[in-house]
């Protein structure tokens, strides 16, 4: 069965320092691995994807995620955190072979203390 | 950037009655999706559409449930009789294909009462 784990509730870290939000997966084929982010009474905002190629990949706002096929893991990254990154993120994985929904996790709320 | 939007924002109906969601997705986009969010609970799939028919569909999206595409540009998702619990975030997305990054609009706060 496709599914993701984001085994953190809530991540704290200092402003300026970096971040990680965690997350595994685990699909029967080959996965799109996506990272939305979703700020208080908003909508999600899609910040990065992976689907093949280069393994560290960029995307909004400074973040970044590596795709670790041994580990099946697409951790979320950003050298330097900001007070503005607090909000909660979502990991969300696609079967490349079937399906068109996104399984999602269960989220991470981030905090940045200044 | 482009936008999907949905209206309304916020809409609060008693148990038992039917509401409809409405999603404008992008414009050159064939495929389409809901899902919902529970308060304080994980994204959870409802539907995808694809070329005027349901493509895929999750467990939640049992006959109370039903989308349409009645135009070129509206996608509806249709509740027939709300239950206390189908109170939730509703999100619309679409995507340009199936392999693409899907596109979220604001949702729609449902609250049923």
């Known amino acids: 069965a496709q599914s993701v784990a984001q085994p953190e509730d809530q991540v704290n870290v200092a402003e300026g320092n970096p971040l990680t939000v965690k997350c595994t997966y685990s699909?029967?084929?080959?996965?799109?691995l996506f990272w939305y982010v979703q700020y208080p009474n908003r909508g999600l905002q899609f910040l990065l994807k992976y689907i093949t190629g280069d393994n560290l990949v960029k995307g909004s706002y400074g973040f970044e995620a590596e795709f670790n096929k041994s580990q099946t893991s697409f951790h979320l990254k950003k050298p330097s955190a900001l007070v503005s990154d607090s909000a909660l993120y979502f990991c969300?994985?696609?079967?490349?072979?079937?399906?068109?929904?996104?399984?999602w996790g269960a989220g991470t709320k981030l905090i940045i203390k200044p | 950037e482009p936008e999907v939007t949905q209206t309304p924002s916020h809409q609060v109906t008693q148990m038992g009655q039917e509401v409809i969601l409405r999603c404008v997705p992008i414009s050159n986009h064939l495929y389409f999706y809901w899902y919902r969010q529970i308060l304080g609970q994980k994204v959870e799939f409802l539907v995808s559409?694809?070329?005027?028919?349901?493509?895929?569909k999750s467990e939640i999206f049992d006959d109370q449930f039903s989308v349409e595409r009645p135009d070129g540009s509206n996608f509806t998702l249709k509740i027939r009789s709300t239950k206390l619990e189908d109170s939730a975030m509703y999100f619309c997305?679409?995507?340009?294909?199936?392999?693409?990054?899907?596109?979220f609009g604001p949702g729609t706060r449902l609250t049923v009462t």
């Open positions: 559409f694809y070329n005027n028919e349901i493509s895929e």
């Open positions: 997305a679409s995507s340009e294909d199936a392999a693409t990054r899907q596109y």
């Open positions: 699909v029967s084929g080959n996965p799109y």
């Open positions: 969300a994985v696609r079967d490349v072979r079937s399906n068109y929904q996104l399984i």
